[in-house]
């Protein structure tokens, strides 16, 4: 079975761009959850979707979105990009009721 | 709010040998889940092994066993038999019952000495 797919791999962006990001999970998961680690800050919690719906948000301002789709597929989407906004975003999937996550193998972001 | 505490920033350990790393984490519920996570440098996050707080039993995978002390709030990782392979970042990861979210510490590097 394929694990987490996510897409770009890499990505370099000016500050003020908007940027969005993609997410297939594993076949069959229908939560998707994504996080922001950077150096100084960690792993953070950004939100969750469950079909369709964002069901849990992180402490992140509006800038930072997502959405799911009827297939599971999720994306994030960051507007007006900053400076801070760098980091390796993660994105992880699981079955419905079921606790342990699966990692994709990120989208580095760059900001510049 | 879920705290996660990692002490060790790095550990080193002779290939081969024992390695325990220490997690302790704050939490006013009684149900939950706890996870260690491995990334190594290709920054795959990838899962070592999870404990679910119900079970009184040490969760054990191969070379990697926990020692969970829900009294103590305390979840340490012992692997076995260190490999090169067992080089990376380790995060020990806390995750309420029903709850998506998965709150981690900050980590604790380890390098395995050939």
């Known amino acids: 079975k394929a694990g987490v797919t996510q897409t770009p791999r890499y990505l370099i962006k000016t500050r003020g761009q908007q940027v969005t990001l993609s997410c297939s999970p594993i076949s069959g998961h229908r939560s998707v959850s994504w996080y922001q680690q950077t150096p100084g800050q960690g792993l953070q919690f950004l939100f969750e979707y469950f079909s369709e719906t964002q069901r849990n948000k992180g402490n992140f301002p509006g800038r930072f979105s997502g959405r799911q789709f009827s297939n599971s597929r999720s994306e994030m989407n960051v507007s007006t990009l900053e400076l801070g906004d760098s980091a390796l975003y993660l994105c992880a999937s699981s079955l419905v009721n079921e606790a342990t996550q699966y990692f994709g193998p990120g989208t580095r972001l760059t900001v510049l | 709010a879920q705290t996660v505490t990692q002490s060790q920033p790095e550990m080193s350990v002779q290939e081969a040998e024992t390695v325990t790393l220490s997690c302790t984490y704050d939490t006013s519920e009684s149900d939950y889940y706890l996870f260690w996570y491995k990334q190594p440098p290709s920054r795959q996050m990838i899962l070592v092994i999870r404990?679910?707080?119900?079970?009184?039993q040490n969760a054990t995978e191969n070379r990697f066993s926990v020692n969970f002390q829900k009294a103590a709030k305390s979840f340490s990782l012992k692997i076995s038999d260190s490999q090169l392979g067992d080089a990376a970042m380790y995060f020990c990861a806390y995750n309420d019952l029903g709850d998506e979210k998965l709150t981690f510490g900050t980590g604790t590097r380890l390098t395995i000495i050939p």
């Open positions: 404990q679910e707080a119900y079970k009184q």
